[in-house]
């Protein structure tokens, strides 16, 4: 499979989707990634430690 670029959901930034990569979420029945690395990896802390909701 040639590599892709998708583009982020968060930053919009153009992000490569290598055949690697491809071929690993294909064989785990993952779908696309919706989130460039760096983003995908604040999406993941920010569901482990989520923000606190602002007092008012
Ligand atoms: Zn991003």
Do not use: T, W
Not at 30 to 38: A, F, V
Request: glycine fraction near 2%.
């Amino acid at each position: 499979m040639p590599d892709k670029i998708l583009i982020c959901q968060n930053c919009h930034n153009p992000f490569v989707y290598s055949d690697y990569e491809q071929n690993l979420d294909a064989k785990s029945g993952r779908p696309e990634p919706l989130y460039d690395p760096i983003c995908a990896s604040i999406k993941a802390s920010e569901a482990k430690h989520p923000p606190k909701p602002k007092r008012a």
